[in-house]
Nanobody, 116 residues
């Protein structure tokens, strides 16, 4: 049974940091590209960051220089380190695993709220 379980969300003040984790099970983690998406109220879900099996990364322009995605294949876990957080970063953050367009798994999401 495939599972993606996100953790690490919460309430943080502007300028603060959070680290999200996504623990995967039920598939061969090292063979999959892993991504973080986010969805704010009334908005479409958007890609935040992506890391492929070869560890090449890509980021949304809005988070470049502030967020870092990484993966630990030994722990079947992908991370999103978020620094210099802004109120606009407030959203539900989702973990996604994909190998092809037809093989895609999503986590349940974790809430990140940036507010003073």
């Amino acid at each position: 049974q495939v599972q993606l379980v996100e953790s690490g969300g919460g309430l943080v003040q502007p300028g603060g940091s959070l680290r999200l984790s996504c623990a995967a099970s039920g598939f061969t983690f090292s063979n999959y590209a892993m991504s973080w998406y986010r969805q704010a109220p009334g908005m479409e879900r958007e890609l935040v960051a992506r890391i492929i099996p070869g560890r090449r990364t890509q980021y949304a322009d809005s988070v470049k220089g502030r967020f870092t995605i990484s993966r630990d294949n030994a722990k079947n876990t992908v991370y999103l380190q978020m620094n210099s957080l802004k109120p606009d970063d407030t959203a539900v953050y989702y973990c996604k695993a994909d190998r092809t367009a037809a093989i895609v798994y999503w986590g349940q999401g974790t809430q990140v709220t940036v507010s003073s």
